[in-house]
């Protein structure tokens, strides 16, 4: 039997493992068993991404609300009647806690009659056999999938099947979300499935659709990897009308949603991770007029989202305002301003900036500037013992880094002097050698050649300190969080910083002093011991 859960931990996020225990925390403590289900078992068993986390819990999921809340959670919604909280737990995972249910349909059009169910019973009312799954995170049963329907043969076959003839008959959201699985994976609908759902679109089923599922359905375009290309698909099928009657593919901003898809990953192969969902929306109705796109947005359950979608153009506004001040008077402070800001704002701007000295700030903080790390002198640095093991060591590498942007510290000459000041001392004499002859004294002298090939400046345990200070340890990373800002330093006057250690002589080991000047002897021994 493949292994689920370690499957589910190597393909999820470190912010997606830590919501699943998060959740699971909650659900343990409110005694209620816990399945995750939906995508993210079809996604981890396709090897497609995991884009969010759908929990199923025997029980009343909105009673884990506050508890789910004091560890970070935003609730967007917590729906009464089906007993479903959205949510965005830390790290802005998005997550949808279920209460497993049952579902009974009286009539098309008509709400279904629903009721607390076991997980069993909750896989029936599913959409698609790829989505019918459910993998236990319970102790006991942790890792057990539950795969009534096969799934996983359909995921092997790539198709999209449904449970039962009524399915479009019962919930025709479903034939929208058919038509966006099978564009997004570019697997079709198996044969039967086809044959009713051509029947349900030639007898009209979408009629009958409610208007929480359109409110759930525009709201998940926005997460689509390709949205533009669902959107014409779903222009192509009819159901892009029911979403919104005006909709179309002309109201949208094709060159500024693709900038935006474009600059987004640009901006995670620099480690960025922004949320694109808002600015998606953004460029999806950009021509659409303000009663429509009020509509939508009434519509869309996920609040948060909603204001996110609102605060755009506001928020924008406000960063270009700070980048065209004082506030971002030099490459240094610009770079320390647009550490500081949302990720999402920077990606928002730079594609719809209009003033031209704001898109080239952002366009430097992206490009040439990060260049500009190149110039930190490791290597030197390290002979310094200024390495990442030193408690100052973020703030000096980035008040190098700032000054060279500047250009206040312009040749490699001018940055090590101004580093020098700032090494720590060297590190304290060894005890004595001991003076036993024999085994001993003979492994130490054969450990010797080792200890010369460590890098200079190394300390403490071998291993770690002897690996050089990277690029990647040096340079200021990406800042989700706001980065602490930098004190500017004057390279004129660094006596400030750390000023070294004088070793008083103790008188006791006169030898001490030249051993200090030898670095690798001593640590070797130091290491033997
Ligand atoms: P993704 O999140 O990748 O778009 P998903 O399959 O997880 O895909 P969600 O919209 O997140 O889709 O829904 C979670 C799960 O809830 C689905 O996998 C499916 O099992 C169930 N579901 C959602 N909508 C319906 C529906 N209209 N009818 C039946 N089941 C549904
Ligand atoms: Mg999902």
């Excluded at 980048?323 to 704002?345: D, H, V």
């Amino acid at each position: 039997m493949a292994d689920y859960i370690y499957t589910l931990e190597t393909r999820l996020s470190p912010d997606q493992q830590k919501a699943v225990t998060l959740v699971l925390d909650a659900a343990k403590a409110a005694e209620m068993n816990l399945y995750l289900t939906g995508g993210a078992i079809r996604d981890i068993i396709t090897g497609f991404p995991i884009r969010d986390l759908d929990f199923t819990v025997q029980g009343n999921a909105l009673k884990l609300h506050k508890d789910l809340e004091r560890a970070g959670a935003v609730v967007g919604d917590a729906d009464d009647e089906t007993r479903t909280l959205l949510l965005t737990l830390p790290g802005g995972v998005r997550a949808e806690i279920a209460m497993a249910r049952s579902e009974r349909y009286d009539k098309p059009g008509k709400a279904p009659q629903i009721a607390p169910a076991t997980i069993s019973e909750d896989l029936r009312r599913r959409d698609f056999t790829v989505n019918a799954m459910a993998l236990s995170m319970n102790e006991g049963s942790r890792g057990l999938l539950m795969d009534p329907f096969n799934g996983t043969a359909d995921i092997e076959a790539k198709v999209i099947r449904v449970l039962h003839n009524y399915a479009f008959l019962e919930d025709p959201s479903r034939m929208i979300r058919a038509t966006r699985f099978s564009t997004r994976f570019h697997w079709p609908l198996e044969e039967r499935t086809q044959a009713r759902y051509e029947s349900g679109k030639e007898n009209g089923y979408i009629e009958y659709i409610r208007s929480s599922s359109i409110g759930y359905e525009i709201e998940q375009l926005a997460y689509e990897d390709d949205p533009y290309g669902v959107l014409k698909a779903y222009e192509k099928e009819g159901w892009l009308k029911v979403l919104n009657p005006r909709w179309s593919t002309a109201k949208v901003d094709t060159a500024g949603l693709g900038a935006l898809m474009k600059t987004r990953q640009q901006m995670n192969e620099l480690g960025y991770t922004p949320e694109v969902a808002p600015a998606v929306l953004h460029f999806l109705t950009e021509r659409l007029g303000d009663k429509d796109i009020s509509d939508l947005r009434r519509a869309i359950p996920r609040k948060d989202l909603v204001e996110s979608w609102k605060d755009l153009d506001a928020n924008a506004h406000s960063l270009a305002k700070r980048l065209s001040g004082k506030e971002a008077g030099t490459p240094g402070r610009t770079w320390q301003l647009l550490s500081s800001a949302r990720p999402e704002m920077i990606l928002f701007l730079a594609i719809t900036a209009r003033q031209q000295a704001v898109a080239q700030k952002i366009k430097n903080f992206f490009t040439k500037w990060r260049q500009v790390q190149q110039k930190i002198p490791l290597p030197e640095m390290t002979e310094l013992r200024i390495t990442p093991q030193m408690p100052e060591y973020a703030k000096i590498a980035n008040d190098v880094f700032l000054l060279l942007l500047d250009g206040k510290l312009r040749s490699r000459t001018e940055t090590l002097k101004y580093l020098k000041p700032l090494a720590p001392p060297p590190p304290p004499p060894p005890p004595p050698a001991p003076t036993k002859r024999g085994r001993g004294g003979k492994a130490a002298a054969a450990a010797v050649p080792a200890a010369a090939s460590a890098k200079p400046g190394a300390k403490g345990k071998g291993k770690t300190a002897a690996v050089p200070a990277t690029q990647a340890q040096v340079a200021p990373v990406p800042a989700s969080k706001p980065a602490a800002p930098a004190k500017p330093v004057s390279p004129a006057k660094p006596a400030k910083a750390a000023k070294p250690r004088v070793e008083k002589p103790t008188g006791k080991r006169p030898q001490a002093k030249n051993k200090a000047k030898r670095k690798t002897k001593p640590k070797l021994q130091r290491k033997k011991k």
